[in-house]
């Protein structure tokens, strides 16, 4: 596609309830990261995906937390048994790559999912 | 591990007056730096890279950017600033390995408010 889609673009669930959000890379890109912003501060890295393997998902903040990605394409990240603090947004982004290449640097961004815990 | 910090949270500014935004990293090791904006509602846009050559990086909207590798700092600046400048802006750094690159690491933001 033209850019990174994120679906769906806003979800309130029921604390307890599992969500499951959805990134459709830039067509080609290899290389997909998840971020989660909660209100009023920085991006916090989940996981990484090059290909379909995930070679750092050190920023996973519990168990809950899983994703996945399938065909080189599309990734899901699924959280279970949701909480309040998991209110947030949550980007994807896609690059090229993640070899030494300076054309692998840039990564484009998804517009984000507003997930709200109630 | 790798961190940035943009010490201003906001940046308040009147509309055609001159802005720094201010970033420093940790690593002294080999780093990619980026500047990344965030309009309101929006996702992220990349501003400006900084990979080699030249210290001085020219973005889009009039933006540029300096790396200072003795100080860590690659401080974004606006001559300028319009109205349209509004929004948040995040400093990023990705540290280059052999195998390839780490995440980015991204900042706390600064958001930058432009008034007339």
Redesign the interface.
């Known amino acids: 596609g033209a850019g990174?889609s994120q679906s769906p673009s806003n979800k309130v669930t029921e604390k307890g309830k599992d969500v499951e959000l959805r990134c459709d890379p830039i067509s080609g890109h290899t290389a997909l990261?998840w971020?989660r912003q909660r209100l009023g501060?920085?991006?916090e890295?989940l996981i990484?995906f090059q290909g379909n393997s995930a070679p750092?998902k050190s920023?996973l903040p519990s168990d809950r937390f899983s994703a996945e990605r399938t065909g080189e394409s599309v990734s899901t990240l699924t959280i279970q048994r949701t909480q309040q603090e998991d209110s947030a947004v949550y980007?994807c982004?896609s690059s090229l790559?993640?070899?030494?290449s300076?054309l692998?640097?840039?990564?484009?961004?998804?517009?984000?999912t507003r997930l709200t815990v109630v | 591990a790798q961190s940035v910090t943009?010490l201003d949270s906001q940046v308040p500014v009147f509309e055609e007056a001159p802005v720094e935004l201010r970033c420093n990293y940790s690593s002294s090791v080999s780093v990619?730096l980026?500047w990344?904006v965030q309009y309101p509602n929006?996702?992220?846009?990349?501003l400006l890279?900084y990979?080699?050559g030249s210290t001085l990086v020219k973005g889009i909207n009039g933006f540029e950017a300096e790396f200072n590798k003795s100080q860590t700092s690659f401080h974004l600046r606006k001559p300028s600033v319009h109205i349209s400048d509004t929004a948040e802006y995040?400093c990023?750094v990705?540290r280059?390995v052999?195998?390839?690159?780490?995440?980015?690491?991204?900042?706390?933001?600064t958001r930058l408010l432009v008034s007339p």
């Open positions: 990174v990261y971020y501060q920085g991006l890295f990484y750092d920023g980007l982004a790559g993640a070899g030494i300076p692998n640097t840039e990564a484009f961004f998804g517009q984000g | 943009q990619y980026f990344y929006q996702g992220l846009q990349l890279k990979l080699s995040f990023a990705r280059r052999n195998t390839g690159f780490q995440k980015l690491v991204f900042g706390t933001g």
